[in-house]
């Protein structure tokens, strides 16, 4: 068996003995052994479920593992090299290469002529660039191995679909603070693997604590437990020797995040963020803000996306929004962080209270789906500058009425003339398209009738005669 993984593989072919040292990790020695010991993940390995049957059966197919740090994708795996009797090769993608793969599908080949399957385990698979997981494909395919890979990474985006398509892909959730309680007995009871022998105990609330801080993660939640062991251990006294809430904050200093700044946890909580402040929910918008504050995010990205709202979602209903959210961006440059979320979450509760409009998107959407859809007419002649005596014999800019004075409706929301005395501004072909239809709340909500008494007060035979005349002009001659 090649083992390039850097953890307690199991020795052998198929799967031996497990290798774990006595000085490996708490997390690494307490590794499940069994689909009886694995803890969590009911949905994909519990009693009755395909992935289970398959397991037990020894009929494992090609797999994708996906799911956050901690939640058992390794040891899944590791289950697997224990109950297959296929030969089982680990490989992490952070230290293997091609030469790697060749030498595995090399010995694949010589192992499926003596009929025998090799299953290939490639933990962090989305850290192989395309041209090392197109190395992996042909084996696949004809079936020389059965590939389990294991990413925290959304494999649509990071694995390549040749090999997504030719493998089923399993959902792993973060464990629930129920599953992590369980580890931590288990580990705390067991004189062989875990801490034992220490003679360690630790109060329910400190294990809720630690379940609830170790988010789902499993290692990390082996991890702490290891380390505030330790410190209460060296006791004189049996009944000192209990792992406490204040024990437990020490080892670890502050919450498991969990969240990657270019990963799926980035876009999702700005997904979520979004979406509570369009949906005017002031409470749920600075929660998911915190989060992302909390986990380090760029606050510029969280100003830049308070700009983007505040003329997506809120526009022209509240017309103060924009200002604000461009006084928050400035803010939080001058003044930095921490303090930069005064501004930010003061800009967030604006925008998540603010009357609510996506007439800005809307018109600007209609518009663009008229100018790939239509042909490219020219600016009508009235409209069009004329700073030449040749431009004004061709009748660019007659007719135009100048809006501060030649006619009334110069300001918006102002007294409209009759209908059919206004002048277009379309062009011909485009002159009864509406693009802009005004919301009904807030700042924006008088727009309504004035915007409909407007079109209907546009004179819609303005430029007639303009086109005539440039034709006569055409016919007769220009001199220069």
Known sequence: MLNLFGGGAPGGGSGGGDATGANAPLAARMRPRSLEEFVGQHHIVGEGRALRQAIETDRVPSMILWGPPGSGKTTLAQIVAQTTGAHFVMLSAVSAGVADLRRVMGEAVTMAQMGRRTVLFIDEIHRFNKAQQDAV?????????????????????EVNSALISRSRVFVLKA?????IAALVRRALDDRERGLGALGVTIAADALETLANLANGDARIALGTLEFAATTVAGSAAPGARAITVATIADALQRRAIGYDKSGDNHYDIISAFIKCVRASDPDAAIYWLARMIDAGEDPLFLARRLVILASEDIGLADRHALPLAIAAQQAVHFVGMPEGFYPLAHATLYLATAPKSNTVGRAYSAALADVEATRQDPVPLHLRNAPTNLMKSLGYGAGYKYAHGDYAAANAQG??????????????ALRERSYYEPGKQGDEAPYVGWIAER??????????????????????????
Request: hydrophobic share 35%.
């Open 175 to 179: 464990l629930a603070d129920s599953d």
């Open 415 to 428: 007294p409209l003339p009759p209908a059919g005395r206004l002048q277009d501004y379309l062009p011909e």
């Open 455 to 480: 079109r209907r007060a546009t004179n819609t035979s303005a430029n007639a005669g303009f086109d005539d005349a440039a034709s006569a002009a055409d016919d007769d001659g220009i001199e220069l």
């Open 137 to 157: 494909l042909p084996a696949v395919e004809n079936g020389t191995v059965t590939l389990i890979g294991a990413t925290t990474e959304n494999p649509s985006f």
